[in-house]
């Protein structure tokens, strides 16, 4: 395996630090090719707005990241997010699964908010470890990152609320009343 594939000795602060940006932006990655995806797959325009604003704001992300493997003389690359994979497999499963528009509205808002607290929970952890160790400018731009996840999360919440979980749980009752699946109960 070339130098540059092997895993590193996670011994620091520093190790995890490089550690986790590389996880992040590999994360990022994927997170854009999901939300073109997902966008196709949404019969919602206010959840397909959403999903092109973030996509925005994500690519802005990926220069930020991009900004910070500069400032730390290292060439920007990302290490497989086994987190964010997993959770992409499982949107995957959702949209296969779900039996209709409805459903698969709350599903993608769910699998959305899944990356979301995931990115979140990163980003915080990176905003802290970047200050203990210097990396200041590194700082301001995860605390920029970090806002906008928790504001995407935030507008998620309110897309869901507003009327895709109501239009998912009527498209449940209409199913219980047919005894759930599909067909009138005797």
Known sequence: MPPEKQPMALKSLDNLFVHFLRDMYHAEKQALRQMRML???????????????????????????EKVFDHLDMRARGSTCEAIVGIHE??????????DEATRNAGIVASLQAVEHYEIARYGTMVEWAKSLGHDEAAKLFEETLAEEKATDAKLSKVARKHINEMAKSRSREDAGKGGNGRKAA
């Open 90 to 99: 499982e949107a995957k499963e959702i949209l296969e699964e779900a039996a």
């Open 39 to 65: 966008a196709r797959k949404t019969d919602n325009e206010e959840l397909k707005e959403l999903l092109e604003t973030h996509r925005e704001e994500t690519e802005g992300q990926i220069e930020r990241l």
